[in-house]
């Protein structure tokens, strides 16, 4: 069963704290993103993953970074938070099609 | 650069009726596209791709979308909507050459019943 899983579904951080926002698939796909959807904005991509420590940044990467070790796991790591990213996350894997994991809420206060 | 532009941002329409979501495209090369669906928190769903030949694809749940390189457009119909139907629809983009995607700004359709 092709699946993307995210983990936590839910994160109330204070601002200044640093955030993990982790992602598995189960695919072997080579390439994973990070996203981040805002109402009204769509999907903004913030990292591409094109394999294990090779990562690109996409339109939005200023205040995000990320980490691939191994093929099946993706992080998005923000170091000390603040409001403005709070968001809905979502991670995705792809070999021509993308897969969406079903997003992360973000609550920086 | 290439960019989607989804014009209308919500549309309503009577259970039963046909439906058509609007899609506009800029790119120099003929584009992969693609739409999703997005149900209440929930992660986005593929309904279907275009990547060559026919110009009118098949999706889920009785979808299908109309490429037109003229029109740059790639609009979604349904012939007969249902109120499950109700979700956020996104038109989407990849280049030929790269695999990053574009995402238009979504459509929320709202199904009346």
């Known amino acids: 069963d092709m699946k993307v899983t995210q983990m936590p579904r839910y994160l109330i951080k204070r601002m200044g704290e640093n955030v993990l926002l982790e992602c598995g698939q189960d695919?072997?796909?080579?390439?994973m993103y990070w996203y981040r959807q805002d109402p009204g904005l769509g999907l903004q991509l913030i990292y591409i993953?094109?394999?294990?420590?090779?990562?690109s940044e996409g339109d939005i990467p200023k205040g995000y970074r990320v980490s691939r070790k191994k093929r099946e796991h993706f992080s998005l790591i923000l170091d000390s938070a603040k409001t403005n990213q709070t968001s809905v996350y979502f991670c995705?894997?792809?070999?021509?099609?993308?897969?969406f994991g079903p997003g992360t809420r973000l609550l920086v206060l | 650069a290439q960019s989607v532009t989804q014009p209308d941002a919500r549309v309503t329409v009577s259970e039963g009726a046909s439906l058509q979501l609007r899609c506009k495209y800029s790119?120099?090369?003929?584009?992969?596209l693609f739409w999703y669906v997005q149900y209440p928190r929930q992660g986005l769903q593929l309904l279907l791709k275009?990547?060559?030949?026919?110009?009118v694809v098949q999706g889920v749940n009785s979808f299908e979308a109309e490429f037109s390189k003229s029109n740059s457009s790639f609009h979604l119909q349904k012939a007969s909507v249902h109120w499950s139907d109700s979700a956020v629809y996104f038109c989407?983009?990849?280049?030929?050459?790269?695999?990053?995607?574009?995402f238009g700004t979504g459509t929320r359709l709202q199904v009346l019943p």
């Open positions: 995705a894997s792809s070999q021509d099609t993308q897969y």
């Open positions: 695919m072997s796909h080579e390439t």
């Open positions: 275009y990547y060559s030949g026919d110009p």
């Open positions: 993953s094109y394999d294990v420590d090779s990562n």
């Open positions: 989407a983009l990849r280049s030929s050459n790269t695999n990053k995607v574009v």
């Open positions: 790119y120099s090369a003929t584009p992969y």
